[in-house]
């Protein structure tokens, strides 16, 4: 399939905690006026994706989709709505429609208009039976329904790839840490809602154990590996293209919580482990990203005190 150059870019879920950095991002490196932000959600109390075009998109609705493409001469589609893992498991119909059907559209959109697409995977792709440093070819037999539409998120990019030409490429995301945008009701929100509960109110109740361990990422690695990703000539990448691993930093709730209590005097935390800690033991402790820095040459930047340092001055300045 020959590819249409179209100049523009259509970012799906933009108001969402991934949504809302790397819509900033893509507007600064492509001109304001050439990255369209949708989401099924009203723009309200979204200042940063308000800056530029937004419209109310609801992914099932393909042929508006299409429309909206075709119309705005869009050439790459970054998907990002979906439903996350905490949210998804109390509503797995829901979660198997927006994850499954969704990046379907998405795909179909991106077949019939000849875009390409970024969609991103998770390490929720991984299950009790990944070892727990996971490599990039580690069974992937997750006990979660939002692992599982992670899974044939990925296999459905490789077909449309591999069938249809579509370059669609993806990230398997560890947790996500920044300050712009609340986390969606993912398994690491903690790794966010502790800066924001500590700094506002001294004190933090998790909601996993203290050993809980899980790999993390900063937002600003994040935005840049999907950049490099996206700039990657296509012939460089290889058969995992739909879910390359990439590796941040690992560190325990304990952890996190003792390097916090070093910056506020009188920081008071808990532990009381609800449904979230079964998700997050059946995700590995870290991440093998090998492959992706021999294709492509990724390398993270922030490590937890830079982490834990960009996120006090994000809070504070906001
Ligand atoms: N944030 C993380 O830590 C993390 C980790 C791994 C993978 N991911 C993946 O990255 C992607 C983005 O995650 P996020 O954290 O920004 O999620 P989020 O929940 O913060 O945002 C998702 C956005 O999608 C929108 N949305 C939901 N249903 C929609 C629909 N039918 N049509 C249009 N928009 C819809 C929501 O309104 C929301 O703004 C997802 O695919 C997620 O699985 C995220």
């Given at each position: 399939?020959?590819?249409?150059?179209?100049?523009?870019?259509?970012?799906?879920?933009?108001?969402?905690?991934?949504?809302?950095?790397?819509?900033?991002?893509?507007?600064?490196?492509?001109?304001?006026?050439?990255?369209?932000?949708?989401?099924?959600?009203?723009?309200?109390?979204?200042?940063?994706?308000?800056?530029?075009?937004?419209?109310?998109?609801?992914?099932?609705?393909?042929?508006?989709?299409?429309?909206?493409?075709?119309?705005?001469?869009?050439?790459?589609?970054?998907?990002?709505?979906?439903?996350?893992?905490?949210?998804?498991?109390?509503?797995?119909?829901?979660?198997?429609?927006?994850?499954?059907?969704?990046?379907?559209?998405?795909?179909?959109?991106?077949?019939?208009?000849?875009?390409?697409?970024?969609?991103?995977?998770?390490?929720?792709?991984?299950?009790?039976?990944?070892?727990?440093?996971?490599?990039?070819?580690?069974?992937?037999?997750?006990?979660?329904?939002?692992?599982?539409?992670?899974?044939?998120?990925?296999?459905?990019?490789?077909?449309?790839?591999?069938?249809?030409?579509?370059?669609?490429?993806?990230?398997?995301?560890?947790?996500?840490?920044?300050y712009k945008s609340p986390p969606g009701g993912g398994t690491t929100d903690y790794a966010v809602e502790i800066f924001h509960s500590a700094i506002n109110h001294g004190q933090?109740?998790?909601?996993?154990?203290?050993?809980?361990?899980?790999?993390?990422?900063?937002?600003?690695?994040?935005?840049?590996?999907?950049?490099?990703?996206?700039?990657?000539?296509?012939?460089?990448?290889?058969?995992?293209?739909?879910?390359?691993?990439?590796?941040?930093?690992?560190?325990?709730?304990?952890?996190?919580?003792?390097?916090?209590?070093?910056?506020?005097?009188?920081?008071?935390?808990?532990?009381?482990?609800?449904?979230?800690?079964?998700?997050?033991?059946?995700?590995?402790?870290?991440?093998?990203?090998?492959?992706?820095?021999?294709?492509?040459?990724?390398?993270?930047?922030?490590?937890?005190?830079?982490?834990?340092?960009?996120?006090?001055?994000?809070?504070?300045?906001?």
């Amino acid at each position: 399939m020959k590819l249409y150059e179209g100049s523009k870019i259509l970012v799906t879920g933009a108001l969402g905690q991934i949504g809302t950095d790397l819509t900033e991002a893509l507007r600064k490196k492509y001109g304001q006026n050439n990255v369209i932000a949708t989401d099924i959600r009203t723009i309200e109390n979204h200042p940063s994706v308000s800056d530029g075009i937004f419209q109310n998109l609801d992914i099932m609705e393909t042929q508006k989709l299409i429309e909206i493409c075709r119309n705005n001469d869009i050439g790459i589609i970054y998907h990002l709505a979906a439903l996350l893992s905490a949210v998804g498991e109390k509503n797995p119909e829901k979660c198997r429609k927006i994850n499954i059907d969704g990046t379907i559209s998405i795909l179909e959109a991106a077949r019939l208009c000849s875009l390409r697409v970024f969609a991103p995977s998770s390490i929720a792709v991984f299950g009790p039976d990944c070892p727990s440093h996971a490599s990039q070819s580690s069974p992937l037999n997750p006990t979660t329904v939002y692992g599982q539409t992670k899974v044939i998120g990925e296999k459905l990019a490789r077909e449309y790839w591999e069938i249809h030409g579509v370059d669609t490429r993806g990230i398997r995301y560890p947790g996500l840490i920044s300050y712009k945008s609340p986390p969606g009701g993912g398994t690491t929100d903690y790794a966010v809602e502790i800066f924001h509960s500590a700094i506002n109110h001294g004190q933090y109740e998790f909601f996993v154990e203290p050993n809980t361990r899980l790999p993390m990422l900063y937002m600003d690695d994040a935005i840049r590996a999907t950049l490099s990703l996206m700039d990657s000539p296509s012939e460089s990448l290889g058969i995992f293209r739909s879910g390359f691993n990439v590796s941040g930093i690992t560190f325990t709730a304990q952890e996190l919580a003792s390097k916090i209590e070093e910056r506020i005097e009188g920081f008071k935390y808990s532990f009381v482990p609800d449904h979230r800690q079964k998700i997050a033991d059946s995700w590995p402790d870290s991440i093998d990203d090998s492959i992706s820095r021999k294709e492509w040459k990724w390398s993270p930047q922030f490590d937890l005190d830079s982490i834990i340092d960009a996120m006090f001055e994000g809070i504070e300045n906001t």
